[in-house]
């Protein structure tokens, strides 16, 4: 299939403090800038999802005989445009968020499930009664993305988990891999994450961040995209942050029984996407200034069995995100619960033999400090990584809780 009109992303060079000891990095012959810079040539597509709803007489719960066991999720997929403005040391952590024009659809069947039960692509859970007052684990089967009017698009297979919420909502995050592409996504590996919220009457609604390894520059491209066509925001009450994950060598890597101590930086990030114009679809992206740095313990061995498609390796990590203002003083941290983890191995294009994993987790924040004191909502991790030399490339999106437009930035709606 002939590549069109993009180029690969060429982002600032970093390393990442994860997964072996330093004394194995040597191991490698490549080095930390090259593997850097393979694990960046990627497309991001930050995407706002809202629900299609009913239509034509089918409803969005799935039953099995007089019990609620799932739901069918058909998703309007859209521009959404999530930008940090610089930190306060009065009022911390701020951004802009605007959902702009439609550029796909996605529809799967997200279906409760044992907390045992092991997800596969071709197998349905038992039948598991929705509980809206508890937290459950679903499998998410059948998935469809199309993106784009040019024939874009994937097969995707996940799991998640809803968390009830104080607020009355119940509160929704996934993990999702792509399974075969088509169009522009034909041959490339990626994974997806979900926050927002789930519904009876609609449906889900809020975040799904995508990355695809995009090696050839199917999609990614340097050149300037069209400004988005804000349609108002749909979330009163609640705010996007998107950041970073981005180490230095020097951060600390400290093992432990069945994981790892890891520090890593974390900077501004923004990244766009469109299906307009000439060109199809396309993906941007700018990493900005270092704005704090993550401490995270990580349950996970890379030696494990596993890590395709059909049989990902587990993780979980508990995480401090701190923030820090222009002067490096601190405004605040969050601390996130990331409870649910899938990592898939990766084959870097242009690095033969050259090890290297993608991951997607999940999980609430606990609680927050310092002008963050009081946040709830939840996050979502998008990352890959190199073990030797350790390099990596992380995005968090975390979903806060807003009700007086403490995170939104420039007066935006609340």
């Known amino acids: 299939m002939a590549r069109q009109g993009s180029q690969p992303i060429q982002l600032t060079p970093a390393s990442t403090a994860v997964g072996v000891p330093q004394s194995q990095a040597a191991a490698s012959k490549y080095s930390a800038d090259v593997i850097q810079y393979l694990l960046d040539q990627a497309a991001y ?33 859209h521009r959404f445009e ?58 998410m089967l059948d998935g469809d993305c199309v993106l784009g009017n040019n024939g874009d698009g994937f097969c995707g297979f996940g799991t998640g988990t809803t968390f009830p919420s104080r607020g009355g909502k ?46 050839s520059g199917a999609i990614a491209s340097v050149a300037p995209l069209p400004a988005i066509e804000s349609e108002g925001w749909p979330e ?16 600390k890597v400290t093992p432990f029984t069945g994981g790892l101590n890891v520090a890593q930086q974390l900077r501004l990030f923004r990244t766009e996407a469109s299906a307009r114009g000439s060109q199809g679809l396309r993906s941007t992206t700018h990493v900005g200034q270092i704005i704090g740095e993550i401490d995270a313990q990580i349950i996970f061995n890379p030696a494990a069995p596993g890590g395709n498609a059909l049989d990902p390796i587990p993780y979980t990590a508990f995480d401090e995100y701190k923030f820090t203002d222009s002067r490096g003083q601190s405004i605040g941290s969050f601390f996130i619960d990331e409870g649910e983890g899938r990592t898939f191995n990766l084959q870097l ?9 993608r991951f997607g987790g999940f999980g609430p924040i606990l609680r927050g400090s ?35 437009g403490k995170y939104r930035a420039r007066g935006g709606d609340r």
């Open 45 to 77: 597509f930050n995407l706002y999802s809202s629900p299609i709803g009913q239509t034509s007489g089918r409803s969005v719960v799935l039953r099995r005989g007089d019990r609620d066991i799932g739901f069918q999720v058909r998703e309007h997929l």
């Open 370 to 404: 310092g002008s963050l004191e009081g946040g709830t909502g939840l996050m979502t991790d998008n990352s890959v990584v190199s073990f030797t030399p350790h390099v990596s490339a992380s995005v968090y999106v975390i979903r806060v809780d807003d009700p007086r």
């Open 349 to 357: 294009a242009g690095a033969p033999g050259q090890p290297a994993i």
């Open 170 to 215: 119940l509160l929704a995050a996934a993990v999702g891999n792509v399974m075969e592409g088509c169009g522009r996504f034909k041959g490339l590996v990626g994974t997806y994450t979900y926050c927002g919220t789930l519904d009876s009457e609609e449906g889900f609604r809020g975040s799904l961040m995508l990355r695809v390894m995009d090696p």
């Open 236 to 251: 009163r009450g609640v705010t996007y942050l998107m950041f970073r994950g981005q180490a230095t060598e020097t951060d």
């Open 82 to 139: 999530i930008s940090m403005e610089p930190r306060d040391p009065e009022f911390g952590l701020r951004a802009f968020n605007a959902v702009g024009e439609e550029i796909g659809t996605f529809e799967s069947r997200w279906l409760f499930c044992p907390d045992d039960f092991e997800a596969l692509p071709q197998s349905e859970p038992p039948s598991t009664p929705f509980d809206p007052m508890k937290r459950q684990r679903f499998v």
